[in-house]
């Protein structure tokens, strides 16, 4: 049973610009959850999605934008990128919503 | 808000040396409580829970008791090994959604 994959693993911007970040579930699961981890710090809740649908938001602006696919795969988006958007960002899958979540090694995005 | 707090790292141990990393929560209602544990380089993995108040979560020789009258959740291991070596998150769920809380993560460094 393949786990939950990030791409890219690692990635290089400037600020402005925009980035899409991607992420396959594990097989099965059906909710995907976003997470931002800035250097030393535990990850904080973007957003869910549930059978496509945005399913819960923390406390991001717009600018970060997701999307979740028939086959359950998920993207982050991210417009008009700042310095502080520079992070380690985690996607995390679960049976359904309430389930354990098993997290994706991360895709890190620096921000020059 | 819901919020969790670690005690700082790093914490520098000898092999077979006891482990306690502290952790306190705030949250409404009864959440659920997890500590995950971040090799480096990867992602999240799940390392015990505990879903009501005096569960006992425990894998790998770790143990963790969930004590809702000192608001506590406290990671032990009677005897460290230097594969223990990495950064521990504790984390709490709360109000029936999927969205994890997480403290700022307690690295700890195990040397023969």
């Known amino acids: 049973e393949t786990g939950v994959t990030q791409s890219p693993t690692h990635l290089i911007k400037t600020r402005g610009q925009q980035v899409t970040l991607r992420c396959s579930s594990q097989s099965g699961h059906n909710t995907v959850s976003w997470y931002q981890q800035a250097l030393g710090q535990g990850p904080q809740f973007i957003f869910q999605y549930y059978r496509e649908e945005e399913n819960g938001r923390g406390n991001f602006p717009p600018r970060f934008s997701g999307l979740q696919f028939p086959n359950y795969s998920s993207e982050l988006n991210v417009n008009a990128l700042e310095l502080d958007d520079s992070a380690l960002y985690l996607c995390a899958s679960s049976l359904t919503r309430g389930d354990e979540q098993f997290f994706g090694p991360g895709t890190r995005l620096t921000v020059l | ?112």
């Not at chain 2, 077979?16 to 306190?24: M, P, S």
């Not at chain 2, 770790?62 to 990495?86: C, I, M, N, P, W």
Request: proline share 3%; glycine share 12%; aromatic share 12%.
């Open chain 2, 1 to 112: 808000g819901n919020s969790v707090t670690q005690m700082e790292g790093p914490v520098t141990l000898s092999e077979e040396a006891f482990l306690t990393i502290n952790c306190t929560y705030t949250a409404t209602g009864y959440p659920s409580l997890f500590w995950y544990v971040q090799y480096p380089g990867e992602g999240l993995q799940l390392l015990l829970k505990a879903t009501k108040a005096d569960d006992k979560g425990s894998n790998k020789g770790f143990e963790a008791t969930y004590r809702k009258e000192t608001t506590s959740f406290h990671l032990e291991k009677g005897s460290v090994q230097v594969s223990d070596s990495a950064v521990y998150f504790c984390a709490l769920r709360a109000g029936g959604g999927n969205k994890l809380t997480f403290g700022t993560g307690t690295q700890l460094k195990v040397e023969l």
